[in-house]
């Protein structure tokens, strides 16, 4: 499996359960621009069988190194991003965990029950990163419990290990080369953007500025009821020099605490 091979299977995947992030792929190219990652994401829990060590491991075995390490007090997350060695094209990696031990027993249990039955082969195989949701259909009841206390577990605990979002490198785009631009754009075309915090996360002077549209509702399947909730969302990033003249290449936990609200949309 190629470095193009691991992203291409993610993107189908994302994609195939995500129609707005596809649609918004396709109106950028349609208008003319071609649309490289600035990072893709991923969500876990800090359990030692699958944690950011083991996702990263296959990003690791393809030319990437370990670079900034983030935490988000509010969320209970800790994060760590990836670049590739020598391909300055290569989407950065970024995974963040969620630290369970901050929570009660019942999702410390759930998580760990969840993880109990699958077998170990499973946590130490290259299909971990494409694999979703490893541990069965999920229980509705046990989704709103975890959701009341973090909807970040409720969100691995159904969806598992895919790309939970993709992000549009607005440096390289040739129009659309600002994030005010990109926004305008895409609520032209008729996409709600994630607002919490403002649309536009980041200031210039951090060198980071984020937006995200918010996550497709598609319908999931819970061991008792077909009931539609948020997937994953479709990110877009601009980057400024830092001091050296160099592109910023890190993220800025105070604006990504945002971003991880694009998935929680259900109180409006
Ligand atoms: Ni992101």
């Known amino acids: 499996m190629t470095l193009d091979d691991v992203f291409n299977r993610l993107w189908i995947d994302y994609t195939n359960q995500n129609p707005s992030a596809r649609r918004i792929y396709e109106l950028f190219t349609n208008s003319g621009e071609k649309v490289l990652n600035d990072h893709i994401a991923f969500r876990t829990y800090d359990d030692p069988r ?33 670049e590739h060695k020598t391909d ?14 901050d929570f009660s027993d019942f999702l410390q249990k759930t998580v760990k029950d969840i993880l109990d039955q699958v077998p170990l082969v499973k946590f130490k195989s290259d299909e971990l990163i494409f694999s979703g949701n490893i541990w069965g259909i999920p229980d509705y009841e046990t989704y709103i419990k975890l959701r009341n206390e973090s909807e970040y577990a409720a969100w691995v605990y159904v969806y598992g290990f895919r790309a939970n979002h993709f992000t549009v ?48 509702h598609v319908n999931v399947e819970f061991a008792d009821r077909i009931t539609s909730i948020p997937a994953c969302y479709y990110e877009f990033a601009q980057r400024y020099p830092d001091t050296d003249g160099s592109l910023y290449s890190g993220f800025i936990a105070k604006s990504a605490d945002k971003i991880f609200e694009s998935t929680d949309y259900y109180k409006k």
């Open 50 to 82: 699958i944690n950011i060590d083991v996702l990263s491991r296959i990003f690791i075995e393809h030319g990437y190194s370990a670079k900034g390490k983030y935490t988000f007090e509010d969320k209970h997350l800790f994060a760590r991003h990836f």
């Open 88 to 101: 300055k094209n290569a989407p950065r990696v970024f995974i963040s965990e969620l630290k369970t031990k």
């Open 169 to 216: 490198n607005i440096n390289a785009l040739k129009n659309l080369n600002t994030i005010e631009k990109v926004n305008e754009f895409l609520k032209s075309n008729g996409f709600l953007l994630n607002s919490s915090g403002g649309e536009i996360k980041g200031t210039k002077a951090e060198l980071l500025q984020q937006s995200s549209t918010l996550a497709d």
